[in-house]
């Protein structure tokens, strides 16, 4: 047997780790379920619950209800407070630090939208087949609501409570935050979280987002609206292409988006067509690694993830495409900048939960 046929892992390991993934699997799923049902709230409202208080407390069956939290204390999730004899039944508690990561949508450490994001590109694993056989892709709009607004959910706690941190931590860039009458682009903004969080947290600062979904941007009017920014904050249905028509603006920023985009080269050309003189240009993306290598940490597996049955497929919805899926490399971020004419893509603030900024110069 030559070193190239012998095996990394024994038969049996391997099939330990695909049952390790499957087990991993139904947890997120059975998380999903739990969320969408109302049944981790009621929890952490209300319990201890048994199966018929839970059904009754959410409007749900108590036969699921019982094979739910049964599952959920199997695997950990939820802890038994009473284990319940014949003839009475078994109640349940949700954990203070799981209630804050299933629950809490204000937490750094949400992530209850992980489950929702990844049951809405399952529900979607025929059209994702078939776009890995043709080269086409699956767009947020087929992905649904679900996505959307899990991608919202999960980021806006980190623009909420830590994005004018980061700003403060590159001189330059929060100085024209601050000043008085600036005015900024936030490219692909969603619903509108990241462009929200600026505005409140510089009052004299004017922003314009712009995306290319309606749905986003109608929720993101609404966001702002009930933020009390709306008078500062304006969002348009439009291609980033565009930016060039609404400028010229002190800042341009793209949260967590170019690496979605089909055309990115093309809307960091328009970014520079876009910004003032000694204007800014920021992009937060990924924290991957420079270059792959096969040993990756917990995180860039989870990037890959989302490229496999999100991003990537979004991107490639939209021919011709570049294709960047989401481990976005800073060499590929680089080679972007430099083909739309600018000189480099220079790290500004290294780390920010999963990410990372960059000034475009």
């Known amino acids: 047997m030559t070193e190239q046929d012998t095996p990394v892992e024994s038969v049996d390991a391997f099939a330990d780790r695909v049952q390790s993934a499957a087990l991993g699997w139904i947890d997120l799923m059975s998380i999903h379920l739990g969320s969408q ?3 981790y709230r009621a929890l952490a409202q209300a319990g201890p619950l048994d199966a018929d208080e839970l059904a009754a407390a959410t409007g749900t069956h108590p036969r699921y209800a019982r094979e739910w939290l049964e599952q959920q204390a199997a695997t950990g999730l939820l802890r038994v407070a009473e284990p319940g004899d014949a003839p009475g ?6 954990p203070p630090a799981a209630a804050e990561v299933l629950t809490d949508g204000t937490s750094l450490s949400y992530l209850e939208p992980l489950a929702r994001m990844f049951a809405s590109s399952g ?6 087949i078939d776009a890995y056989r043709t080269g086409g892709g699956v767009s947020w709009e087929r992905l649904g609501r679900h996505a959307r607004q899990s991608q919202a959910d999960m980021n806006r706690p980190w623009y909420e409570q830590e994005l004018a941190g980061a700003m403060a931590t590159h001189a330059p860039v929060h100085d024209m935050l601050s000043r008085p009458g600036a005015r900024i682009a936030d490219v692909g903004m969603g619903e509108g979280w990241s462009s929200i969080a600026l505005a409140t947290a510089f009052p004299g600062l004017r922003v314009e987002g712009f995306d290319v979904d309606h749905e986003s941007v109608v929720a993101a009017r609404a966001n702002a609206e009930r933020a009390g920014v709306a008078d500062r904050v304006a969002f348009h249905e439009e291609d980033a292409a565009r930016l060039p028509e609404f400028g010229p603006f002190d800042g341009v920023f793209a949260f967590e988006c170019l690496h979605d985009m089909p055309h990115p080269v093309e809307v960091l050309a328009a970014a520079r067509g876009a910004v003032a ?3 800014h240009v920021v992009i937060m993306d990924e ?5 792959f290598a096969p040993d990756a940490d917990d995180t860039e597996r989870l990037l890959y993830g989302f490229s496999l049955f999100i991003c990537l497929p979004d991107g490639m919805s939209h021919q011709p495409s570049a294709g960047t899926g989401t481990v976005f490399r800073q060499h590929t971020l ?3 900048a430099r083909a739309a004419g600018w000189s480099d893509a220079r790290v500004i603030v290294p780390e920010f939960g999963m990410w990372r900024f960059y000034e475009i110069v």
């Open 287 to 291: 924290a991957s690694a420079e270059w």
């Open 123 to 128: 529900a979607r694993m025929e059209d994702l």
């Open 334 to 336: 680089r080679d972007y």
């Open 277 to 279: 003189p000694g204007g």
């Open 37 to 39: 049902l109302g049944w």
């Open 89 to 94: 039944p078994a109640r349940f508690v949700l």
